[in-house]
């Protein structure tokens, strides 16, 4: 390269940059806070759903690749007036669907300080944000009890967490290094089995689609009238798998499941892996939390057993989306799944560098945020104390609901109350007077318009906006479906959840009953 | 339950909440834009690492499980005073280390915006979000040239977007159903088996592993001099294992290898994929968005003819972690992958539910952030014409760099730069001459001596804090590396970079040289 191509070269460069004026950024910021305050103040009167469909939304917001510069205000202003108004309200003390968290404010502060100071939490040089994550995590390690030497991980949330431990599971159970010669299902007679609850996540048995265990060699295990597993029909199956020649590898159990909030008898599962040599995960997406809870931390009993556990901080820590966790009790476990070399990693080995933890050999990310933040920063502004006080009244609040429903003629529950869970239906009373005098004939009928009835409620409640719940399928019964994940909801909002259900079932009913 | 029981749970009820005054709220957000501010003001002018070890990190912020509540307040002052200041300056002008990105101001705001609106990017009602991640999707599939009714999903980086690709790419590829049967690399003769680059990204190997594939069914690919696949290489070992009854299922092209830039002559890897009926994935983490310059973009020839891309906006594309996309062009096939039934979720089939597009059907993850926002705005802000210019530039510098290197007579460049990489080295005048006229072993001597040394200044510039480079591993020599891919780094930094290099350069060597 000649004096002249560096001359060309240079004459090329104009030293353009994306740097914005400090105090255009401070006003920037300034006026998002604005419109989060405005969000946040208004949460409890907004209506919880938009009222267009994903086709008019598409439309409002349609533009073509956007060719010139525009002005952060005027970005911010289309945020506020176009996409905001739009938003669902999780976080609003109403939306009892799905098990959605209201997320809490400083938490949401600390995401956008994060995305600022915009660490690579995998690098050598990120220390400190990987020593806020290790201390994060030992504070989880020690709300649930769980060995302080296990490893853990952060990651996007319950999907990431179990995958993550089951990818452990599958390579330290198998008989053959997974990791070199991949997955061997092919053998019939010695396929690697999962044991999992006919109540399991869905990420579950997709996990064991990607680790190539094939949804095959699933083994769903019967629940009791609690939807808890049936430890004895579990037993059998892993017996019965075993005097096949196949190899039961692994037992999932969950703390709380996503339908019921059932958490499995753990202690029993834990013997029996221990009897049967199986891994036994836990995935406590949900439910672990409930640890902070003096009061509901024994139904988690034998957590502390598990090989691995899957817990989510945007559940139950009310930490805005997205933070999962994974913990792995045997802590070099990860690393020996996961850790790979690579010469753009490794190869500074400097005294400043963090060799001993680097996060990316824990999972499957090797870019990784600094979500510890956020956790750190909520944790430490309400402490466990209040967060224990806060569990045990949502839990409260859905007995609570129950309480009030047992007291109607017009509803019914379909489960006990278990965590902050429970699911019911509209039925009027008329109805259930005339489905107890019934032929069997006229009481299926009766049932199959109960499953209208209540389809249509849940459509009506989208569009009414005052409240929201989700639904599930029980049986064969489609039933309504509260979570209470949620620190905003009181006495008042169980009440009105109530009497709203109830306004917008007779209207239904009225809609929709014909004779039988 | 009696009336009796119902008053002693509601008695329970303080309806307690963590609710903020909304001013303390406003107070808590300008406080933290004001810190975020001090924070991008300082960056040219800051340490790029911090000087302390993991350890001392670890004590420095040490504290037990929280118990009590204490205010924000005190909580940001933490923050700002034992965090911050300990930070890898990302986005510092001279940091040209890895492939680390400084994120957009307004990209970090928008992160704190979407954390409070707290959208879970899968449920149902979250329509605006759908909306906008769809959106941003069909402007990445414009920007690189790709087919528009391809499907897409952001994730959080480059390995989950591989991850993702590749199970689609084994699921569809598989002559059997892996999804159902799981994977079966036991027939030794039958086995799937991956093409990928040496120089592939280590996340690639990493998914192998997870998918069960197995890493001894990975066929590394010899690479040219400029370290692009050597198609003829590509093609012989497929036919090979063709011919050994294996089946031959993917290639994984890099559009910007991790450890240079190189670029696969993709092209010719497409071309071989149609004839011998291979899946074609390109990992365009790094350089895929060299597409929105003019000038670049028919360096991504080919691309368009992909099955599936992995492509990073938290790259190339300014934006704060996390940031990832994968795209598939068969739009069922992601669909086909990963969706799962699951009463609790698809129960809702209301008028607006979104059953069209339901994301947690297209990847791994079921919760999801609304980490389209950042990139929604970042586009708008700056416009694809800025984009392509800032693009431009960063290769532009990197040339200039090595124009300057090639001035010297105590440096080399060990590659030629190609996208935004350069690996050189220092590499001292007498040495050079003194290597030219050396015998074999004497050459031995001084190439292990250069890697020591090298080796030392990469140690010497971490505590120095000026600049930051990272390192490679090219052959058996130890290499320096910079790599541009920082709107806020302008010639003078560059200029800056090598003087400093060469001024830690020449004391280490004094420090170290023994007489040869």
């Given at each position: ?10 004459d090329?460069?104009h030293d ?5 004026d ?25 209506a ?35 996409i ?23 938490g949401?502060?600390?995401?956008g ?7 690579n ?6 220390g ?63 396929n ?10 869905v ?10 265990i ?6 769903y ?8 597993v ?6 059998k ?23 019921t ?6 202690e ?14 836990v ?7 409930a ?23 945007h ?11 994974v913990?792995v ?9 996961f ?32 979500r ?6 909520s ?19 859905i ?11 017009d ?15 509209f ?16 009481k ?47 006495k ?10 109830r ?14």
């Open positions: 390269m000649t004096e002249k191509d560096d001359h060309t070269i240079a090329l460069i353009e940059t994306f740097d914005m400090p105090e255009e950024i401070r006003k920037i910021g300034y006026q998002m806070v604005d419109l989060l305050v405005e969000y946040f103040k208004d949460m409890r009167t907004s919880i759903l938009p009222n267009k469909t994903l086709q008019e939304m598409s439309k409002l917001i349609y533009e073509p690749l956007p060719q010139n510069e525009q002005t952060a205000d005027k970005i911010l202003d289309e945020c506020k007036k176009k905001m108004p739009e938003m669902i309200r999780i976080g609003h003390p109403r939306l009892l669907g799905w098990i959605l968290s209201s997320g809490t404010p400083v949401a502060f600390a995401d300080v994060a995305s600022a100071l915009n660490q939490v995998s690098v050598s040089g990120a400190m944000a990987t020593a806020v994550e290790l201390l994060v995590i030992d504070w989880i390690k020690e709300i649930i009890g769980y060995d302080p030497c296990a490893a853990g991980l952060l990651v996007s949330g319950g999907s990431l967490a179990n995958l993550t431990a089951l990818t452990v599971a599958r390579n330290m159970k198998a008989n053959f290094n997974v990791r070199h010669c991949g997955m061997k299902q092919d053998r019939l007679d010695k690697m089995v999962l044991y999992v609850s006919k109540e399991v996540h990420c579950v048995p997709k996990a064991a689609n990607i680790l190539g094939g949804t095959d060699n699933i083994r295990v019967n629940v009791d009238h609690n939807l808890r049936d430890t004895e029909d579990l037993r199956k892993i017996v019965e798998d075993q005097k096949n020649g196949l190899h039961p590898f692994c037992v999932v159990a969950s703390a709380g499941t996503v339908n909030g059932a958490i499995d008898p753990l029993s599962i834990a013997d029996i892996c221990k009897q049967y040599d199986l891994w036994f995960h995935d406590a997406a949900y439910g672990g939390f640890a902070l809870s003096s009061r509901l931390k024994p139904l988690l009993n034998g957590i502390e057993r598990a090989d691995s556990i899957a817990i989510d901080p559940k139950w820590l009310f930490i805005p989306y997205e933070a999962g966790c913990l009790k045997n802590s070099s476990y990860m690393k020996q799944t850790a790979m070399g690579a010469e753009y990693i490794h190869a500074n080995t400097s005294p400043i560098s963090n060799e001993d933890v680097d996060f990316s050999d824990y999972g499957i990310q090797l870019s990784r945020n600094f510890a933040l956020k956790i750190w920063m944790l430490k502004q309400y402490g466990v104390l209040k967060y224990g006080r806060l569990i045990d009244q949502n839990v409260h609040l007995q609570y609901f129950a309480a009030l429903i047992n007291e109607t003629t509803f019914e529950t379909l489960t006990d109350p278990c965590l902050s869970i429970i699911c019911f239906r039925f009027p009373t008329d109805l259930q007077k005339m489905y107890n005098d019934s032929s069997s004939i006229q299926e009928m009766i049932s199959e318009y109960l499953n209208v009835l209540n389809r249509d409620i849940i459509e009506c409640m989208r569009r009414d906006g005052r409240i929201l719940l989700s639904s599930t399928i029980l049986g064969k019964r489609f039933v309504l479906r509260a979570c209470v994940v949620n620190y905003r909801t009181t008042k909002d169980i009440v009105m959840i109530l009497e709203i259900v306004e917008l079932g007779s209207k239904s009913d009225k809609k929709l009953r014909k004779p039988f």
